[in-house]
């Protein structure tokens, strides 16, 4: 991702976020039907740390980015 645009690294991003909340909205329906353990939180969890961490890359990346020309 290093090559990449920040018009092309915001993009990834955006696809992260979409689908981490559509899967999400999806798990949190199954662990409601099945019941309980609730291990929804888990997954929750887990790619919200995933998440943040490709926001800071993409923040980082963008802010510290040099123009060659």
């Known amino acids: 991702m290093k090559n990449a ?6 993009l ?3 696809i992260h ?3 981490f909340v559509a ?3 999806v798990l949190f329906a199954v662990n409601v039907m099945v019941g309980p ?3 929804v939180g ?7 740390i995933g998440l ?7 923040r980082y990346h963008t802010s510290h ?3 060659p020309n």
């Open 17 to 19: 976020a979409a689908a």
């Open 5 to 10: 645009s920040p018009a092309q690294m915001l």
């Open 65 to 67: 980015r040099t123009d």
């Open 52 to 58: 943040i961490s490709h926001w800071w890359s993409v």
């Open 23 to 25: 899967t999400i909205i």
């Open 12 to 14: 990834g991003l955006r």
């Open 37 to 39: 353990p609730y291990w």
């Open 42 to 48: 888990w997954v929750l969890l887990g790619w919200c």
